[in-house]
Nanobody, 120 residues
Framework: VKLTESGGGSVQTGGSLRLSCGVS????????MAWFRQAPGKEREEVVR???????RYADFVAGRFTFSRASAENAFYLQMNDLKPEDTAIYYC???????????????WGQGTQVTVFS
């Protein structure tokens, strides 16, 4: 399984971006999917995770601004980000976590990351 992110860029405060995570290799419903981010000088943090039943759990800082979705062909995942703030500036990573009857805390597969910059 290989993950490839795209869709990052620079946007003004209040703007929107849609990140994509392309999946190479069949994952079916074997993996939970997640987005993480890492801002300069900070530790990587989880933004959202989705289990194999498409139930998404968002970090508190998302506050209803982001939406995680799965493509119908299940070969891509999307993170729609609205009302972006400067503190959302980070490298965003797509990740896959093998489902073990639950979604584990540590991803098994990482993408290379895509930069999101929000300026005021």
């Amino acid at each position: 399984v290989k993950l490839t992110e795209s869709g990052g860029g620079s946007v003004q405060t209040g703007g929107s971006l849609r990140l994509s995570c392309g999946v190479s290799g069949y994952i079916g419903r074997r993996y939970c999917m997640a987005w993480f981010r890492q801002a300069p000088g900070k530790e990587r943090e989880e933004v959202v995770r989705m289990d194999i039943y498409d139930v998404a759990r968002y970090a508190d800082f998302v506050a209803g601004r982001f939406t995680f979705s799965r493509a119908s062909a299940e070969n891509a995942f999307y993170l729609q980000m609205n009302d972006l703030k400067p503190e959302d500036t980070a490298i965003y990573y797509c990740a896959a976590l093998e489902y073990l009857g639950y979604c584990p805390s540590t991803p098994d597969v990482w993408g290379q990351g895509t930069q999101v910059t929000v300026f005021s």
